[in-house]
C-alpha cells in the first residue's frame, strides 16, 4: 500500500501595494494641485474596501472587499457599537479569530453616520474629512486619527483572506500630513 507524503505547498510572499512617496509630489509647483494629488493618493487607502465597510451609508455596515451587507444582520446602534442586544464586541473580541475569520480589535465600530463615505466622491469625503462639525475632529487630530489610531491600523493588518489597505499607516500618515501642510485641498 502506497504511504501518503506531505507536499509542501509553495508559500506566497505577501504582496504590499506601496503608496507612492510624498517625494514624489515635490515636482508638482502648484501648492493646490500637489495637494490634490497627495489626498488623490490617499483616495486610495480611503476609498479601500478595508476603510468602506466602517464607513457605510446606512446603519447596517458592510464586510469583505466585495462591500457586502455585514451578515448576521446588526446595526450601528446608539454610539456605533451595535445594539444593546447585539454589540460589535459580542463577535469582534480584542484580535482576530483565525479559525472563524472574524475579524477583531478592542475598538472595533463603525465611524459617525455624519462619516458616512460610500456612494461618495472623493472630493465628497475630503469636504467630510475637513469639516469638524461632521467629522468631530480638528486638523490635528484627523492627521492623528489616520496615522496613528490603532483600529484604522488595523486595515494594514486585517488578517484572514481579506486584502489589506495599500502601503502602511506610516505612509499614509506621511501622505495626509503632506496633504494637510499643502493646504488640504480637495478634489472635484
Known amino acids: 500500500m502506497l504511504q501518503s507524503e506531505p507536499i509542501e505547498a509553495p508559500q506566497a510572499a505577501a504582496q504590499v501595494d506601496h503608496l507612492r512617496p510624498v517625494s514624489d509630489f ?6 493646490r494641485a500637489r495637494s490634490v494629488a497627495l489626498f488623490e493618493e490617499a483616495g486610495r487607502v480611503i476609498q479601500n474596501p478595508r476603510c468602506m ?8 455596515p458592510t464586510q469583505t472587499d466585495a ?7 446588526v446595526s450601528r446602534g446608539f ?10 464586541s459580542t463577535c469582534h473580541q480584542n484580535e482576530n479569530i483565525e479559525a472563524s475569520g472574524v475579524p477583531g480589535n478592542p ?3 463603525l465611524a459617525p453616520i455624519e462619516m458616512a463615505w460610500q456612494g461618495k466622491t472623493l472630493g465628497e469625503i475630503c ?5 469638524p462639525a461632521r467629522s ?13 489610531d490603532e483600529l484604522v491600523g ?14 502602511t499607516q506610516q505612509e499614509f500618515g506621511a501622505i495626509i500630513a503632506a496633504w494637510l501642510d499643502t493646504g488640504g485641498a480637495c478634489p472635484q
Open 26 to 31: 515635490d515636482n508638482i509647483a502648484d501648492l
Open 53 to 60: 465597510n466602517c464607513h457605510p451609508r446606512s446603519d447596517r
Open 67 to 73: 462591500v457586502r451587507a455585514h451578515t448576521p444582520w
Open 79 to 88: 454610539d456605533g457599537g451595535g445594539e444593546p442586544t447585539m454589540r460589535c
Open 107 to 109: 475598538l472595533w465600530h
Open 127 to 131: 469636504e467630510q474629512l475637513l469639516d
Open 136 to 148: 468631530g475632529m480638528s486638523r490635528e487630530e484627523l492627521l492623528h486619527h489616520m496615522a496613528e
Open 154 to 167: 488595523w486595515a494594514w493588518n486585517p488578517g484572514g483572506d481579506r486584502t489589506p489597505a495599500p502601503g
